[in-house]
């Protein structure tokens, strides 16, 4: 069975923390992508990453960076946590161009 | 770029009718519609895609149906139960060669016993 591990389901950070947001894929997936969710606005697409070391900026990426030092991990850092970057955040990866998104089970941020 | 708009937000059923959730796109170029299913505590999973050679796509209780000229596309869900009720997103990609979907905003189905 094909998997997207998300490290932490449930964070509870303060103000100005450092969050550190992990994912593990293990179906050897080129394109590895991080989503915010959030009532009524649907999935946004924060950062995409096609390749080690490469990554690319979505629609929302301000507040946040990536990292993808190896093909199966892609992790997603808040530089400095704010209140409005409380949410749902999924990390999902596709194969080549079936278009078959893949999805972690999500982790629930809450900033206080 | 691409632009989905999916319509209702919410959407209330009796178990046993049917329901159906349409979405608009704007990129005439896109050749991908999947359709995904999130249910409460899970990440999405895809449920059922069409590609823009074809028209319409059945897997037992759901269907959607793709009008390429009016850039529309719909979900069909027949003889809803309980474990139906789910929020379902639709997506559009291609466009462009680009393999990033776009998803429109979700819709949350509840289906009452």
């Known amino acids: 069975d094909v998997k997207v591990t998300q490290s932490s389901r449930y964070l509870v950070k303060r103000m100005g923390e450092k969050v550190f947001l992990e994912c593990v894929q293990d179906m050897d997936h080129e394109n590895m992508f991080w989503y915010r969710q959030d009532p009524g606005l649907g999935l946004r697409l924060i950062y995409f990453?096609?390749?080690?070391?490469?990554?690319e900026k979505g629609d929302i990426p301000k507040g946040y960076s990536v990292s993808r030092e190896k093909k199966e991990r892609f992790s997603l850092i808040l530089e400095s946590a704010s209140t409005n970057q409380t949410s749902m955040y999924l990390c999902?990866?596709?194969?080549?161009?079936?278009?078959?998104?893949?999805f972690g089970e999500g982790s629930r941020l809450t900033v206080l | 770029g691409e632009n989905v708009e999916q319509h209702p937000s919410t959407l209330s059923v009796q178990e046993g009718d049917s329901a159906v959730i349409k979405c608009t796109y704007s990129d005439s170029a896109s050749n991908y519609f999947p359709w995904y299913k999130q249910e409460l505590g899970k990440g999405p999973q895809l449920i059922i895609d069409i590609r823009s050679n074809v028209g319409e796509k059945k897997d037992q209780r759901i269907a959607v149906t793709l009008n390429k000229t009016a850039k529309h596309f719909s979900l069909h869900i027949t003889e809803t139960q309980p474990e139906d009720s789910a929020v379902y997103f639709c997506?559009?990609?291609?466009?462009?060669?680009?393999?990033?979907?776009?998803f429109g905003r979700g819709t949350s189905l509840i289906v009452h016993p």
């Open positions: 990453s096609y390749d080690v070391k490469m990554k």
């Open positions: 997506a559009a990609s291609g466009g462009g060669g680009s393999y990033i979907p776009t």
């Open positions: 999902a990866s596709i194969a080549g161009v079936t278009g078959e998104l893949f």
